[in-house]
Every structure is written in structure tokens, then in C-alpha cells.
Nanobody
Framework: QVQLVESGGGSVQAGESLVLSCAASGTLFNVNSMGWYRQPTGKERELVARMTVGGLSPHYAESVKGRFTISRDNPKNMLYLQMNNLKPEDTAVYFC?????????????WGNGTLVTVSS
């Protein structure tokens, strides 16, 4: 079992910054990747940023490239999302994700999410 707990959401003005944190616990030794997704009200969940356990080049959604940075502290089992120059369209519930691969199957774990609200 894996538990993910997000924190750091809040209400900010456009142009400001936030750092989201995800505390992971449980059986993590065979996790393949971890990432951040978001879900605006009334829309589908979408990938924001993801990185493999090995820390190879992270993948970002086009809409956040150059503004958001994903990072991980492996010894502390923490995942972070630095969000700069926030825009109203970044408003969403942000979820932490852990992906495990058992070819050909895949298993995902999710946190409960943290709300980010950006006003203009």
C-alpha cells in the first residue's frame, strides 16, 4: 500500500508563486515514476509534470513549461512542485501520483488533492 498526502495549496494572485509538497509513505521501493496532475472544476484530470525514479529529464505539460519545476527528495520520500508566475488558468485541484509498473499492468496511487486558486 502507498499513501500520498499533498499540501501547500492556497489562494494567490496572478504572478505569485506556490510550492506544493507530497509526502509519500508505504511500499515505494519499486515505484516507476511520480508526478503531479490537476483537475479544474468541470474538466478532466490532466498531467502537469512527471519524473521517473531515476530523475531523468522530467516531463511537463506545455502550459506549465518554464514556470513549474518538479523535484524529489528521495531520502525523505517527498515530491515537490514549484509553481511560479501563476495564472488564473492554473486554478485546479492538484493531485500527487505514484506509478508502479508490473508489465503489462500498471498501478496508480493518488493523494486526495490540494486546491490552488489563482485570481487575476
Amino acid at each position: 500500500q502507498v499513501q500520498l498526502v499533498e499540501s501547500g495549496g492556497g489562494s494567490v494572485q496572478a504572478g505569485e508563486s506556490l510550492v506544493l509538497s507530497c509526502a509519500a509513505s508505504g511500499t515505494l521501493f519499486n515505484v516507476n515514476s511520480m508526478g503531479w496532475y490537476r483537475q479544474p472544476t468541470g474538466k478532466e484530470r490532466e498531467l502537469v509534470a512527471r519524473m521517473t525514479v531515476g530523475g531523468l529529464s522530467p516531463h511537463y505539460a506545455e502550459s506549465v513549461k518554464g514556470r513549474f519545476t518538479i523535484s524529489r527528495d528521495n531520502p525523505k520520500n517527498m515530491l515537490y512542485l514549484q509553481m511560479n508566475n501563476l495564472k488564473p488558468e492554473d486554478t485546479a485541484v492538484y493531485f500527487c501520483n505514484a506509478e508502479f509498473l508490473y508489465p503489462p499492468d500498471r498501478e496508480d496511487y493518488w493523494g486526495n488533492g490540494t486546491l490552488v486558486t489563482v485570481s487575476s
